[in-house]
C-alpha cells in the first residue's frame, strides 16, 4: 500500500519537472533524451499499475454478473440459493488494489496527470 501511494506522490511531482526540463531544452533548441525517456517511464508505470488495478475491479464486478447469471433462481434447493446469495453479497464489493488514500485505478491516474499539470502550469509561469 505504502508503495503504491510513493508511485503516485513521486509521479506527480517528478513528471511536471521532468516536461518542464524537455520544454527548457527545446527553447534552447536541444533535444535532451534523458528527460523524455524519464517521463516516458514514469508515466507509464504510473498507467501499468492503474490499469492493472482496473482491471481487478472488472474482472470482480463480471465474476459478480456471471454468479447472478448462471440461473440460481430456478434451483429448486434452498440450500444452494442461500449459497449463491451469499457469493453475490460476497462479491457486492470488488476487489481492489488501494493505497494509502486512493484506490489504485484509473481515476487515480487522471487525477495524478490534472495534479500534474497543474504543477507544470506553476512552475511555468514562475520561471518564465
Do not use: D, H
Not at 44 to 63: A, E, Q, T
Amino acid at each position: 500500500m505504502i508503495l503504491f501511494e510513493y508511485q503516485i506522490k513521486l509521479a506527480v511531482f517528478l513528471v511536471p519537472f521532468a516536461l518542464f526540463q524537455i520544454f527548457q531544452s527545446l527553447y534552447r533548441l536541444e533535444v535532451n533524451t534523458e528527460f523524455i525517456a524519464f517521463l516516458f517511464s514514469c508515466t507509464i508505470r504510473l498507467f501499468l499499475s492503474c490499469y492493472n488495478g482496473n482491471l481487478l475491479v472488472l474482472v470482480g464486478m463480471k465474476l459478480r454478473e456471471s454468479i447472478y447469471c448462471c440461473g440460481w433462481e430456478k434451483q429448486s434447493n434452498i440450500k444452494i440459493r442461500k449459497t449463491v446469495l451469499f457469493m453475490l453479497t460476497r462479491c457486492n464489493n470488488p476487489p481492489s488494489i488501494r493505497s494509502v488514500f486512493y484506490p489504485v485505478n484509473l481515476e487515480t491516474f487522471s487525477e495524478a496527470c490534472r495534479q500534474s499539470y497543474a504543477i507544470f502550469n506553476i512552475m511555468n509561469a514562475a520561471w518564465s
